[in-house]
């Protein structure tokens, strides 16, 4: 699967969240990966959400994860 996700995410670009676009909707309903389908249940826009914020800059992904994880 790792071809077809490097496919999926290969117009996404580091420091440019706008970048994502829809690449993640696909992925996040990939019941192969998640054993659900997160947008189904509601969780894909907040992922996305997420991964957006991870993408802005320089530091951006652990002021991410502190955000969230505390």
Request: charged residues 25%; contains cysteine; neutral net charge.
């Amino acid at each position: 699967m790792l071809a077809a996700l490097k496919e999926q995410l290969s117009g996404v670009k580091y420091d440019d969240p706008a970048s994502l676009g829809d690449s993640l909707k696909p992925i996040l309903s990939n019941t192969l990966l998640f054993g659900v389908d997160l947008n189904a249940v509601g969780l894909g826009e907040k992922i996305e959400g997420m991964v957006k914020e991870m993408l802005t800059g320089p530091g951006a992904v652990r002021r991410t994860l502190c955000k969230y994880l505390g």
